[in-house]
C-alpha cells in the first residue's frame, strides 16, 4: 500500500459560534462575514472577531470560523491556555463536555462559556478517495514524520474521514512551529 505525504497546516487561535451565541456577541441580525476561504471546502475565516478572557488574561482578537455551529467552542494552543489561565483538554473539535471555561467579548455583548474551550487533537482529514487509496479509515490513529532541521515525529494523529474533505493535517501553531516548518509542508503518514 502506497504511503500518505500530507500536507500539513498550522491552526491559529480560533472560535466556532452558535447562530445565537453570534447574535449575543454581536447583535440582534448579526452574520458572519466571509474573509477568506479555507482549505477545508465550505470552511472560511470571517471579519467577526472577539476577545476571550481567563482567570490569568485575555487574547484579543480571535478569529471566528465559519459556517455557525451547534456548539460554540474556542480552539486554543497550551501557550496560549496559559496565558489566559485555563486547562482545556486535548480533543476532537465538537468534544466538548467537561471542557476549560472561558469569557467571550464581542462589540455588543458578552457570554460565560461553562466549557467549550479545548487544544485541538492533531488530526487528518482525509477525501474518502484518498481514504481507500492509502488504506486509512475514519477515527484510525497514525503518526506523521516531519523532516527538516527540526525533525520530529507526531504521534497520536487521528485520522477523519469524509466526502466532503480535502486531505490535509492539522496542528496548533505551538506544533507547528516546534517542528520548525513554515509556508507549505508535508509530512509522511506512517501506521502503527
Do not use: C, W
Not at 465559519?66 to 465538537?94: F, H
Request: charged share 25%.
Amino acid at each position: 500500500m502506497e504511503s500518505l505525504r500530507v500536507e500539513i497546516e498550522g491552526s491559529a487561535r480560533h472560535a466556532h459560534v452558535t447562530p445565537a451565541d453570534l447574535q449575543t456577541l454581536f447583535g440582534p441580525g448579526a452574520v458572519l462575514h466571509n474573509k477568506k476561504e479555507l482549505s477545508q471546502p465550505g470552511q472560511y475565516v470571517t471579519e467577526e472577531r472577539i476577545r476571550v478572557e481567563g482567570p490569568r488574561g485575555g487574547i484579543d482578537r480571535i478569529s471566528i470560523l465559519g459556517p455557525e455551529r451547534a456548539a460554540t467552542q474556542v480552539e486554543v494552543s497550551l501557550t496560549d491556555a496559559r496565558a489566559l489561565g485555563v486547562t482545556p483538554p486535548v480533543r476532537e473539535s465538537g468534544q466538548l463536555a467537561g471542557s476549560a471555561p472561558a469569557r467571550l467579548v464581542g462589540p455588543a455583548g458578552t457570554l460565560e462559556l461553562p466549557e467549550g474551550v479545548i487544544i485541538a487533537k492533531r488530526h487528518i482529514h482525509v477525501s474518502d478517495t484518498d481514504a481507500v487509496r492509502y488504506g486509512l479509515s475514519d477515527k484510525e490513529i497514525v503518526s506523521v514524520r516531519v523532516e527538516g532541521d527540526r525533525a520530529l515525529t507526531f504521534g497520536e494523529v487521528v485520522i477523519r474521514v469524509s466526502p466532503e474533505f480535502r486531505t490535509s493535517m492539522h496542528i496548533d501553531i505551538d506544533e507547528f512551529n516546534a517542528a520548525g516548518l513554515s509556508g507549505t509542508a508535508t509530512g509522511l503518514v506512517v501506521k502503527p
